[in-house]
């Protein structure tokens, strides 16, 4: 399994932006399917994107045309870059690995790595 730490997370106006980064340990990375969860308060963690190790993408409804999910496997890296955010956005954002693809909307269930957690918290 890889290790996973996330950085970038912070205090942000509504319709700012936002970019969250996820480091990987592992000489295994590009094999990897990468994701991002989230976890507002009071609620349970919920999808917000994927990324295959084909650069096949995908984003939770809410979130498509204003996020952006990417990968760097030279860097051990994925990011989430955020854009016109809401005060909805606001949660605990979790990355997540597991190796080989996965298609669809995964459940966190379907993952085995996961960080620790970046808070993003949007105002009003």
């Known amino acids: 399994q890889v290790q996973l730490v996330e950085s970038g997370g912070g205090l942000v106006q509504a319709g700012g932006s936002l970019r969250i980064t996820c480091a990987a340990s592992?000489?295994?990375?590009?094999?990897?399917?990468m994701a991002w969860f989230r976890r507002a308060p009071g609620k349970e963690r919920v999808f917000v994107a994927v990324i295959n190790p084909w650069n096949g993408v995908n984003y939770e409804d809410s979130v498509k045309g204003r996020f952006a999910i990417s990968r760097d496997n030279a860097k051990n890296t994925v990011n989430l870059q955020m854009n016109s955010l809401k005060p909805e956005d606001t949660a605990v954002y979790y990355c997540a690995g597991r190796p080989g693809g996965i298609f669809g909307e995964p459940s966190p269930e379907a993952f085995a790595s996961w960080g620790q957690g970046t808070q993003v918290t949007v105002s009003s």
């Open positions: 592992g000489r295994t990375f590009s094999s990897y399917t």
